[in-house]
């Protein structure tokens, strides 16, 4: 790898290369210090598509794992290096934004630069991606596209997989591919899918071409509402997106996650929080919408300055994940979530059965301290549940995974797959819900496992992600 690209770009330190073993799949047994999987061979940082093409052609003729990574904030262990001497590709020094055209209304970044960098630099010029996911000050271009990331604005803005207008990638042996920018083409299916959401185990995203919107923030109308059953909430959810209207955030907490966003005024209620947004006569016509709904149910209201200074606080940045790490180390807790996605006929019986089950059959179920859910992104036949759950571990650190998240997770998932829903919104397969891979799927997996040998045929990039890993 030195002889590649140089020393500057090779990193070898053991401190570093146990770091980058694990993702936030492991932040318990990390913060002990516990890294008990393979440890990388290296992490290499290329400076340009050319070199991520060279360390690709090695990593194919020489059969080295390839592991791609950028913002690190990864949480169902699709960084994770599960075989012997895998290199770990950082494109986080892959960081300009090379064009923001405000005729075309779309911006191209290399895969490194940071969401929260292209906003700061779109909003001075009335401009915006509408991606806002809580990660936004960390997570960076290239695995947002590679994970089906979604943002706080999802309802009128949509998921990468709505944003991105064209890429670039290169695949195993180094073949630079460019997905051309164009509005729309009847040109075969979509090969954008393809790289969108391939996590790292088909190829590696080199550059990304995003659409804009205008930025006209001061139209914004905050609106929240308690009501008395999660069913509630989602009902009133649905009637106003399957009615047409668009609020760019859309979302119910049960009572349980209402309570560490909005302890100072949800009064043990499910609370709904709107957001409409867009050009001004566009706002005030859904505002008037959710007025309306609102004026037929049974609901108490919430100051609108409340839910607008929750949503000014709500993303994370690195002094976050910081205070969390002291937390862990000093309490002995932790919190996860595990994020779902069902039709709305089904929505509040998924939330009752898994509610149920882990209370009834979850042998640690004294030890949970918060169990509850929010849908936060919704669609014209249904919505997401993003299940939420904080433990204190009574148990040794290296047991915790398997103790309490796993089996936690594993309610989660098989239950939305009965509900006939998916397994996975937003967070990707990772390596921790690939037992799971082919009943998602069912008959379509074939698709899927057939771009993996189509493109990846000897299997070097990102192994256990998507896919489970062969037995050797
Ligand atoms: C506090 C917190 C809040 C979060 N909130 C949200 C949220 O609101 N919405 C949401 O969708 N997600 C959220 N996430 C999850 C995570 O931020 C997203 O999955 C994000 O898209 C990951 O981007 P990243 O740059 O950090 O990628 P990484 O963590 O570096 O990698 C993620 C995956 O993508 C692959 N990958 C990375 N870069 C490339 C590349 N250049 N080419 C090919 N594959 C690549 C990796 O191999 C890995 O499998 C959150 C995570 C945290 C920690």
């Given at each position: 790898?030195?002889?590649?690209?140089?020393?500057?770009?090779?990193?070898?330190?053991?401190?570093?290369?146990?770091e980058?073993?694990v993702d936030r799949?492991k932040k318990y047994t990390a913060v002990h210090g516990i890294?008990?999987?393979?440890?990388?061979?290296?992490?290499?940082?290329?400076?340009?598509?050319?070199?991520?093409?060279?360390?690709?052609?090695?990593?194919?003729?020489?059969?080295?794992?390839?592991?791609?990574?950028?913002?690190g904030?990864?949480?169902?262990?699709?960084?994770?290096?599960?075989?012997?001497?895998?290199?770990?590709?950082?494109?986080?020094?892959?960081?300009?934004?090379?064009?923001?055209?405000?005729?075309?209304?779309?911006?191209?970044?290399?895969?490194?630069?940071?969401?929260?960098?292209?906003?700061?630099?779109?909003?001075?010029?009335?401009?915006?991606?509408?991606?806002?996911?809580?990660?936004?000050?960390?997570?960076?271009?290239?695995?947002?596209?590679?994970?089906?990331?979604?943002?706080?604005?999802?309802?009128?803005?949509?998921?990468?997989?709505?944003?991105?207008?064209?890429?670039?990638?290169?695949?195993?042996?180094?073949?630079?591919?460019?997905?051309?920018?164009?509005?729309?083409?009847?040109?075969?299916?979509?090969?954008?899918?393809?790289?969108?959401?391939?996590?790292?185990?088909?190829?590696?995203?080199?550059?990304?071409?995003?659409?804009?919107?205008?930025?006209?923030?001061?139209?914004?109308?905050?609106?929240?509402?308690?009501?008395?059953?999660?069913?509630?909430?989602?009902?009133?959810?649905?009637?106003?997106?399957?009615?047409?209207?668009?609020?760019?955030?859309?979302?119910?907490?049960?009572?349980?996650?209402?309570?560490?966003?909005?302890?100072?005024?949800?009064?043990?209620?499910?609370?709904?929080?709107?957001?409409?947004?867009?050009?001004?006569?566009?706002?005030?016509?859904?505002?008037?919408?959710?007025?309306?709904?609102?004026?037929?149910?049974?609901?108490?209201?919430?100051?609108?300055?409340?839910?607008?200074?929750?949503?000014?606080?709500?993303?994370w940045g690195q002094d976050r994940i910081d205070a969390e790490k002291a937390d862990m180390l000093t309490n002995a807790r932790l919190g996860?979530?595990?994020?779902?996605?069902?039709?709305?006929?089904?929505?509040?019986?998924?939330?009752?059965?898994?509610?149920?089950?882990?209370?009834?059959?979850?042998?640690?179920?004294?030890?949970?301290?918060?169990?509850?859910?929010?849908?936060?992104?919704?669609?014209?036949?249904?919505?997401?549940?993003?299940?939420?759950?904080?433990?204190?571990?009574?148990?040794?650190p290296?047991?915790?995974?398997?103790?309490?998240?796993?089996?936690?997770?594993?309610?989660?998932?098989?239950?939305?797959?009965?509900?006939?829903?998916?397994?996975?919104?937003?967070?990707?397969?990772?390596?921790?819900?690939?037992?799971?891979?082919?009943?998602?799927?069912?008959?379509?997996?074939?698709?899927?496992?057939?771009?993996?040998?189509?493109?990846?045929?000897?299997?070097?990039?990102?192994?256990?992600?998507?896919?489970?890993?062969?037995?050797?």
């Amino acid at each position: 790898m030195t002889e590649l690209l140089g020393p500057h770009a090779v990193q070898t330190s053991q401190a570093q290369l146990k770091e980058a073993s694990v993702d936030r799949f492991k932040k318990y047994t990390a913060v002990h210090g516990i890294f008990d999987g393979p440890i990388p061979a290296a992490i290499v940082y290329p400076g340009s598509t050319a070199e991520v093409a060279a360390v690709l052609r090695f990593a194919e003729e020489n059969l080295v794992n390839v592991v791609p990574r950028t913002g690190g904030t990864a949480t169902e262990g699709g960084l994770e290096t599960v075989v012997e001497d895998s290199v770990v590709v950082d494109g986080s020094r892959m960081n300009a934004v090379t064009s923001i055209d405000p005729v075309d209304m779309m911006a191209t970044a290399q895969c490194g630069v940071r969401l929260a960098e292209l906003e700061d630099m779109l909003r001075p010029r009335g401009l915006t991606t509408g991606h806002s996911p809580q990660s936004k000050p960390l997570a960076q271009m290239g695995g947002l596209v590679a994970t089906r990331s979604i943002g706080q604005f999802s309802t009128l803005y949509g998921g990468i997989e709505d944003m991105v207008v064209g890429l670039e990638a290169v695949f195993p042996g180094g073949k630079v591919t460019r997905i051309k920018n164009v509005p729309r083409r009847a040109a075969g299916p979509d090969i954008r899918h393809v790289v969108i959401g391939s996590e790292g185990a088909l190829c590696f995203i080199t550059e990304v071409t995003v659409k804009l919107f205008r930025y006209q923030p001061e139209h914004n109308r905050y609106f929240g509402f308690l009501v008395d059953r999660f069913a509630d909430g989602i009902a009133a959810l649905r009637e106003l997106i399957t009615a047409g209207y668009r609020p760019s955030v859309c979302r119910v907490y049960s009572p349980e996650d209402a309570r560490q966003h909005f302890a100072g005024f949800y009064r043990g209620k499910n609370v709904v929080v709107l957001v409409a947004e867009g050009p001004k006569r566009i706002a005030d016509a859904t505002a008037e919408a959710i007025e309306e709904l609102f004026a037929g149910r049974r609901h108490e209201r919430v100051d609108s300055g409340l839910i607008q200074h929750w949503f000014e606080n709500l993303n994370w940045g690195q002094d976050r994940i910081d205070a969390e790490k002291a937390d862990m180390l000093t309490n002995a807790r932790l919190g996860y979530t595990t994020e779902v996605s069902v039709d709305w006929s089904r929505t509040s019986d998924l939330f009752d059965a898994v509610m149920s089950r882990i209370r009834s059959e979850f042998p640690r179920a004294a030890d949970l301290t918060m169990l509850g859910a929010h849908s936060s992104h919704s669609y014209q036949t249904g919505t997401n549940l993003y299940f939420v759950y904080d433990y204190t571990i009574n148990c040794s650190p290296r047991e915790e995974i398997e103790v309490y998240h796993k089996p936690l997770n594993a309610i989660i998932v098989t239950e939305a797959l009965r509900a006939g829903g998916s397994m996975v919104h937003h967070h990707g397969i990772g390596k921790y819900r690939t037992p799971w891979v082919r009943q998602e799927h069912g008959s379509a997996f074939y698709l899927l496992s057939t771009l993996k040998h189509a493109f990846d045929a000897k299997g070097v990039m990102n192994a256990g992600t998507i896919f489970p890993l062969e037995p050797s």
